[in-house]
């Protein structure tokens, strides 16, 4: 039971990097295009609707995975449960 433990804790700590990964690079990006595009908006008007829109993706994602990621620690034992054991069952089939 403890290797069982281990191995859902492994996986879920992997997910965790991964979603925040996600998210930086997201914010990253999405400063990224705000700056390079900048100077294309025709007046200020056009600029603050794109910082606004932009400002948008960035909170409802960011949100998004900080729900999923607690629906995870919620369910982490049984999710991560049966993906190891499907992923352990499909390991003895190929041999």
Do not use: C, S
Not at 1 to 7: I, S
Not at 19 to 34: C, D, H, K, P, R
């Amino acid at each position: 039971m403890a290797e069982l433990n281990q191995r859902i804790e492994a996986m879920h700590k992997r997910d965790v990097r991964v979603a925040w990964a996600f998210v930086i690079g997201l914010w990253f990006a999405v400063i990224f295009v705000a700056l390079a595009t900048w100077n294309l908006a025709p007046n200020g008007g056009a600029r603050t609707l794109l910082l606004i829109g932009g400002a948008i993706v960035l909170v409802f994602n960011t949100a998004a995975i900080l729900a999923m990621l607690r629906h995870y620690r919620e369910d982490r034992d049984f999710m991560y449960g049966l993906d190891i054991k499907f992923l352990d069952e499909a390991r003895q089939r190929r041999g």
